[in-house]
């Protein structure tokens, strides 16, 4: 993998083996609050013809409550652990696009299982994206415990370096989530051997 950068897709070093057949692994999308994973994930899945998985809304079903009323009844670290459980269960499954919630990258073992089974792409935002699309809804227990805007770029900070560490970056700026799509198909597509079929190659 080469070390190319440009403004709207980066495909960088990444710990794939270029040898190996990428075709089977999930596409696994991370990043803050608000950059999209979810509602470019399910159209991400649609474009490539992939089921669609949202690990929140896994979390969601499980426990019979909204990630906004498990924080609340249970706290976070219990919320943590079940984001942990729901992934490791969900990589097991079939070659999906899942979305993660965007604490989960934040735990070492949930990264360790997402470069043993996906490839992940790291979805970047600006501070004044990511806390305009947060605005829209009042359902990030992590943005009610304060100024929402200073939280957002607390957790930028916090989580940018450790989100740098994904397989590929796309930036999701102003505009339509197709855009979005578009890179990561575009990114995906620059990885060795993904998408290429025997008489491609
Ligand atoms: N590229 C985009 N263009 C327009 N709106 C977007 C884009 N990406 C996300 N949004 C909107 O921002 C809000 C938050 O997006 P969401 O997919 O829930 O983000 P995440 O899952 O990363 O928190 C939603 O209303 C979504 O439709
Ligand atoms: O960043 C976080 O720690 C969280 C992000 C949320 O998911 P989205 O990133 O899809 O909003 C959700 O998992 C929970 O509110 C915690
Ligand atoms: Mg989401």
């Given at each position: 993998m080469s070390k190319q950068r440009d403004d709207k897709v980066m495909s960088k070093t990444t710990g794939l083996d270029p040898a190996e057949d990428l075709d089977h692994r999930s596409i696994v999308l991370?990043?803050?609050?608000?950059?999209g994973k979810s509602s470019v994930g399910r159209r991400l899945a649609t474009e490539l013809g992939l089921p669609?998985?949202?690990a929140d809304t896994e979390i969601e079903k499980?426990?019979?409550?909204?990630v906004a009323e498990f924080f609340e009844r249970h706290g976070e670290e219990a919320f943590r652990k079940g984001e942990r459980q729901v992934i490791a269960r969900l990589l097991t499954g079939p070659r999906q696009v899942l979305a993660t919630g965007g604490g989960a990258y934040m735990d070492e073992d949930t990264r360790t299982l997402i470069a043993e089974k996906g490839i992940?792409?790291?979805?970047?935002?600006?501070?004044?994206?990511?806390?305009k699309r947060c605005m829209k809804r009042n359902n990030r227990p992590l943005?009610?415990?304060?100024?929402?805007?200073?939280?957002?770029k607390d957790l930028m900070d916090e989580?940018?370096?450790?989100?740098?560490?994904?397989?590929l970056t796309a930036d999701s700026g102003e505009g339509p989530h197709e855009i979005v799509v578009g890179k990561?198909?575009?990114a995906l597509a620059s990885l060795p051997k993904h998408n290429r079929t025997a008489s491609d190659q």
């Open positions: 991370v990043g803050l609050m608000g950059a669609f998985k949202d499980a426990s019979n409550l909204s992940s792409v790291w979805l970047r935002a600006e501070l004044d994206v990511l806390y943005l009610k415990k304060g100024n929402p805007r200073k939280i957002l989580r940018y370096p450790i989100y740098g560490l994904a397989d990561i198909v575009s």
